[in-house]
């Protein structure tokens, strides 16, 4: 049963708060020192009188709430790629240098400068810039409460993934679209990577007829997997640790490539790399608290330099001093309580399973993944390129992709791979073109995503979470109301006939 949409604090979120840095915010950005009280969160009041509107424009409005690593996709398209059709009218966050940067960033492309918000001016903000969409990229802990407050502020929402954290705030976001109308666009991009198309259309095509199972296996390195245990992914109350934060990603595809719904999860996960005594297995002395000023950098193969990186250096060592919030933390720190080892398996409506498993401290990156059908099997697999969140590299660049499939009698053959290029194998650029041009092409593939696709990805990841704490399967239908069915591709079924595989066996002659 749904419940009320509690009123989120600054303590619910999890960077230290800035108050004490509001004079310094307010002379920066030009905000009301009188409107910025501990108080004043996403809902805790009234929306404030709007303003006179300026000249209209035939340009969408977007405001950006949440200006890390993540936010420059979405800022850089409004911008740059996107600018005769949309703008960005104003940017929130809790820090205010790096609002500072999202603003001079806007100057350095040409572009009107965004008006600056403090997080808790989320509602002024809404009053006076007037935005269309309100896009959160904020620590996923706290997407809910922009969500559901910009969508009972009459804004339409596009969010990062995951979608947020936990049932319950996944119940307040499915409650807020039902009474408001309105729906959130969740952007999953690794389904509009062309490869990953590709496999949706060989599915769609009854290649291997209708799938019976499905083995997923997903590899991160030491240099991204390891990014994880030293940010703020690194505590679940954050992140929801990596079924939730990464998975979601991985859940998310499997439900749109077989175009099923989850209903049950058995999940076991462990920590047993990113440890304090893991450290002192690698020949360090102990643990530390960042890597920042470390007595044991030089020792430490771990050791990540933000005043090497520029991107780092301005996104967060130069504005740590704001909010506390240290982006390079030791990985070995028994402050983490995410796991790094998980294996899942779910049960599709249409009788399928999923056997799934993340391990965050590989020799390699990518995932292979073989789905089993009536009519024979298809293995693909991607090995991708060293990548740390907030950097200049592309994200999900790809260094090998293969796609195979075997009929169940018969030679197995090599599929060309479709390519792309630019973030996350090219899918960063066909969702960006669905999400801020006028108008696309119909997609046969259905590859947008609603709050639906956004929920039941994040809810099989929740499952697995309750999982490692019990030891009990958990039905997804018991942990939200509401649910419906997104939409979904048509893809073959139990009900379609299968020919008869060929014999195998030579027949003797008269």
């Known amino acids: 049963m749904s419940s009320p949409t509690p009123t989120p ?8 708060d800035f108050v004490k840095t509001v004079s310094a915010a307010t002379v920066a950005l030009g905000l009301a020192p009188a409107l910025l009280t501990a108080a004043d969160t996403p809902a805790a009041k009234p929306a404030a009188a709007a303003t006179p509107a300026s000249a209209p424009s035939s340009r969408k409005r977007f405001a950006i709430v949440g200006n ?58 809404i009053a006076e810039a007037k935005p269309d969409t309100v896009i959160v990229t904020t620590v996923d802990a706290t997407h809910n409460e922009y969500i559901v407050r910009a969508l009972d502020l009459g804004c339409d929402v596009i969010t990062e993934k995951p ?31 062309p490869p990953r198309t590709q496999i ?24 991204h997997g390891a990014d994880y245990f030293r940010r703020w992914h690194g505590e679940k109350k954050n992140s929801g640790g990596l079924m939730i934060h990464k998975a979601t990603h991985h859940f998310d595809l499997v439900n749109w490539w077989l175009g099923a719904l989850p209903v049950s999860v058995t999940a076991t996960g462990k920590r047993e790399f990113y440890t304090p005594s893991m450290a002192k297995r690698l020949g360090l002395k102990s643990h530390h608290e960042r890597c920042h000023g470390c007595p044991e950098a030089d020792a430490c193969a771990f050791f990540m330099d933000l005043a090497a990186e520029s991107s780092l250096k301005a996104l967060y060592l130069d504005n740590e001093h704001h909010d506390g919030y240290f982006r390079d933390k030791c990985v070995f720190n028994p402050r983490i309580d995410i796991e ?9 409506d249409t009788g399928a399973t999923l056997s799934y498993s993340l391990n965050a401290f590989n ?20 090995v991708e390129k060293i990548y740390v969140s907030g950097t200049n590299e ?12 075997i009929p169940l009698r018969g030679p197995a053959r090599d599929i060309k791979p479709w390519e792309g290029t630019g973030g996350h194998g090219g899918g960063d650029k066909l969702m960006l073109d669905e999400l801020f041009l006028p108008s696309t092409p119909a997609d046969k593939y259905l590859r947008a995503s609603d709050e639906m696709g956004g929920a039941y990805s994040m809810l099989i990841g929740a499952a ?3 999982c490692f704490l019990n030891g009990q399967p958990v039905r997804i239908a018991d942990l939200v109301a509401g649910l419906r069915r997104p939409n979904m591709a048509p893809m073959p079924t139990r009900l379609d006939p299968v020919p008869m595989p060929a014999s195998g066996k030579r027949r003797s002659r008269d």
């Not at 936990?166 to 690794?190: L, M, S, W």
């Not at 949706?200 to 240099?223: A, C, Q, R, Y």
């Not at 790094?340 to 599709?348: A, F, G, L, P, Q």
């Not at 592309?394 to 499939?405: C, D, Y």
């Open 68 to 125: 890390g690593g993540r936010s420059r996709m979405f800022q850089e398209a409004i911008q740059n790629t996107y600018k005769d059709h949309a703008e960005l009218v104003a940017v929130c966050d809790k820090n205010p240098g790096r609002l500072a940067l999202a603003q001079k960033r806007s100057e350095a492309a040409g572009a009107k400068r965004p008006a600056g918000y403090a997080h808790t001016d989320f509602d002024r903000m």
């Open 9 to 16: 604090s600054p303590a619910s979120l999890p960077r230290r």
């Open 200 to 223: 949706k259309e060989l599915l769609m095509s009854g290649e291997i007829g209708d799938v019976l199972s499905v083995d997923f296996h997903w590899l991160l390195n030491t240099h």
């Open 464 to 466: 697995a979470n309750r």
């Open 394 to 405: 592309v994200q999900g660049a790809s260094g090998g992709v293969s796609t195979r499939v």
């Open 163 to 193: 979608m947020t954290t936990t049932p319950e705030k996944c119940q307040q976001i499915i409650d807020a679209c039902a009474r408001t109308g309105k729906h959130v666009r969740v952007t999953f991009n690794y389904r509009y990577a």
């Open 340 to 348: 790094d080892t998980m294996n899942v398996i779910v049960s599709y």
């Open 363 to 382: 020799s390699w990156e990518g995932y292979q993944i073989a789905f089993n059908g009536t009519k024979g099997r298809i293995e693909h697999g991607i």
